[in-house]
């Protein structure tokens, strides 16, 4: 089945991302080619571009943002001491954001999830699209407060602040199997606490995917589930 995603019309020259046109990658990883994958029935399939990238030293490298350090930097003073990633420039280049989500895609497609499970607030963006990449629904993880109906939920500490976290009881069928994500994981805690919440309502969850580890603090230790990250930083 070939790409039935529209051009990009905004942008309709080719694009360079670590030697991949924009337009192969469309191609690659276009919407009916994700709904009908193979792996997601257990078949083989060969390694696509993104697994080439991050065998080129472990680091997702594109045409304008050379390498991890510099396309998510560092702010030392901005939480409580903690080295803390920020984000949005990979979010804000129409390349890294193509290129992270490609790679989100291509490891969640064998697990078949029927949900992505988006943790507040930075897991809504890349969770959001990625769930549309993979034609599942979306699962809203809150913070504390802001869904109604019944709900259940976990309250777990992280790098820099105690949090709880909630989920709607009746959005979520026995069963459905569940992929997670959430833009960082540091100390593990929230994805561990996403996980006791899906699993005490009858899911499975089948993976986990993240934009950024923190590797050092070993987060992924928290939970049994195989647990994906774009960018990993081991200090
Ligand atoms: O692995 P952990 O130590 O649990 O840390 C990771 C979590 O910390 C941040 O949440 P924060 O509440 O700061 O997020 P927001 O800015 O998305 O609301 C981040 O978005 C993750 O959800
Ligand atoms: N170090 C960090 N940088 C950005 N977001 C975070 N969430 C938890 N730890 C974080």
Not at 28 to 53: D, K, N, Q
Not at 119 to 127: H, S, T
Not at 198 to 222: M, P
Request: hydrophobic residues 40%.
């Amino acid at each position: 089945m070939m790409a039935d995603r529209p051009p990009h019309s905004a942008n309709p020259e080719p694009l360079s991302v670590a030697g991949l046109s924009w337009r192969a990658r469309v191609l690659t990883y276009p919407r009916a080619h994700v709904l009908t994958c193979p792996t997601a029935h257990g078949l083989e399939r060969s390694p696509g571009p993104f697994t080439a990238v991050r065998q080129q030293g472990g680091l997702m490298k594109t045409g304008h943002q050379r390498d991890g350090e510099s396309t998510v930097p560092v702010f030392k003073d901005f939480r409580a001491g903690v080295a803390f990633r920020d984000v949005m420039p990979v979010l804000a280049s129409r390349e890294s954001f193509g290129a992270a989500i490609d790679g989100l895609t291509e490891w969640s497609t064998p697990l078949a999830p029927d949900y992505v499970a988006g943790i507040d607030a930075r897991g809504f963006i890349l969770g959001g699209a990625l769930a549309d990449r993979l034609g599942c629904g979306f699962l809203a993880i809150r913070k504390e407060g802001k869904l109604p109906g019944e709900t259940v939920g976990r309250t777990f500490s992280g790098e820099y602040s105690t949090d709880r976290i909630e989920i709607r009881k009746d959005l979520v069928p026995p069963g459905a199997r569940v992929l997670i994500h959430d833009d960082i994981v540091a100390t593990g805690n929230s994805v561990a606490a996403a996980v006791e919440m899906l699993e005490e309502l009858g899911a499975t969850v089948v993976g986990i995917t993240c934009l950024i580890e923190k590797s050092f603090l070993k987060g992924r230790s928290r939970v049994s589930v195989p647990l994906f990250s774009v960018y990993s930083f081991d200090a």
